[in-house]
């Protein structure tokens, strides 16, 4: 299993950013998907996650920091994760990771619990300037 994050960078508050997440040696659509985030001296906080589809849905996850601003999206043709955040605000700075965890069907295994996941990507630094 291999998760490539991408899509990090330095912005002002109020500006957007689109991190990707490219996934590889496993079966993607059999699973779900997360972002956390993690600053210096912090636990990895969750952020959102999507679940593996029911027919062509699925279904999203959000921290109450960031629902409304932030939307998570997956490609399975693509095997990549999306996270699109909006209205980004100084305590948006963080490491984010992405995350997969085999998911049984679309209702099971949705977690926010970092240590319940098993694959990692290598984290992209996303820096919001007030």
């Known amino acids: 299993v291999q998760l490539q994050a991408s899509g990090g960078g330095l912005v002002q508050a109020g500006d957007s950013l689109r991190l990707s997440c490219a996934a590889s040696?496993?079966?993607?659509?059999?699973?779900?998907l997360a972002w956390f985030r993690q600053t210096p001296g912090k636990e990895r906080e969750f952020v959102a996650l999507?679940?593996?589809?029911?027919?062509?849905?699925?279904?999203?996850y959000y921290a109450d920091s960031v629902k409304g601003r932030f939307t998570i999206s997956r490609d399975n043709t693509e095997k990549t994760v999306y996270l699109q955040m909006n209205s980004l605000k100084s305590e948006d700075t963080a490491v984010y990771y992405c995350?997969?965890?085999?998911?049984?069907?679309?209702?099971?295994?949705?977690?926010?619990?970092?240590?319940?996941?098993?694959?990692w990507g290598q984290g992209t630094q996303v820096t919001v300037s007030s």
């Open positions: 040696g496993f079966n993607f659509n059999n699973y779900a």
């Open positions: 995350a997969a965890r085999y998911s049984r069907h679309y209702d099971a295994d949705n977690t926010e619990v970092a240590s319940e996941y098993s694959s």
């Open positions: 999507i679940s593996r589809r029911r027919g062509t849905t699925s279904y999203a």
